[in-house]
């Protein structure tokens, strides 16, 4: 299909299709003539995975360009490919500390109290989760603990127990919807896109429970 169709197909306009491509983030169409490039399904379905990652996920470009590369990446496994796009999504949490590294320095590295670092650590060891230790997901728990404890709300981190034990409960589903496909690249692209939107989509389902509970309660 020629540049136009695929924009019309998409909802997506061509200026947009060719800043994509330029970013690295849909591959070049086929250039058939001079003038002409023609594009295939594949760019079709392409390009409605990074309208879902920058729309829906509210990602950076930036960021997509990561997870889009993780895809893509032929020398990785499906859940390299996944862990890399995992990471990614820590925004402002980068992976600073290499993996050997002690909580020290850890602590150091991302400008984070002990007390916070050593609390996740604690979660972690209590629920037998192997997660690696540059995993910027840890750091991005423990600045949330020292936020709130902060604010003088430590209380509320005695719930910290039931929020882990519904993560788990979603990982699990998360896991079973990747794996249900045929193929191993197709189940590293559900896991990517689900990864980033299901963010979305739980985020919106616990704003509606909230409020089903609040108005419920009064």
């Known amino acids: 299909m020629r540049v136009g169709e695929l924009s019309k197909r998409s909802g997506v306009a061509i200026a947009t299709i ?122 991005q728990l423990a600045s949330a603990i020292a936020a709130v404890q902060a604010l003088d709300m430590g209380d509320a981190l005695d719930l910290l127990d039931r929020y882990a034990q519904a993560a788990h409960s979603v990982a699990e589903v998360d896991v079973e919807l990747a794996l249900s496909p045929a193929t191993l690249e197709e189940s590293t692209e559900r896991m990517l896109v689900w990864t980033v939107v299901g963010d979305r989509a739980l985020s919106a389902l616990r704003r509606l429970a909230q409020e089903a509970v609040i108005i419920k309660r009064m």
């Open 18 to 139: 060719k800043f994509y491509v330029r970013e690295g983030l849909l591959p070049p169409g086929l250039r058939t003539k001079a003038n002409q490039v023609d594009y295939s399904e594949a760019h079709l379905r392409r390009l409605r995975l990074v309208r879902a990652l920058l729309d829906v996920g509210e990602l950076s470009v930036a960021t997509a360009k990561r997870i889009i590369a993780a895809l893509d990446d032929p020398d990785e496994s499906p859940l390299t490919s996944i862990g890399r796009a995992a990471y990614a999504l820590a925004r402002g949490f980068p992976a600073a500390v290499p993996p050997g590294a002690d909580d020290n320095a850890r602590v150091g590295a991302l400008d984070l109290d002990t007390a916070s670092v050593t609390r996740v650590n604690d979660l972690l060891d209590r629920y037998g989760w192997t997660v690696r230790p540059d995993n910027p997901a840890r750091a």
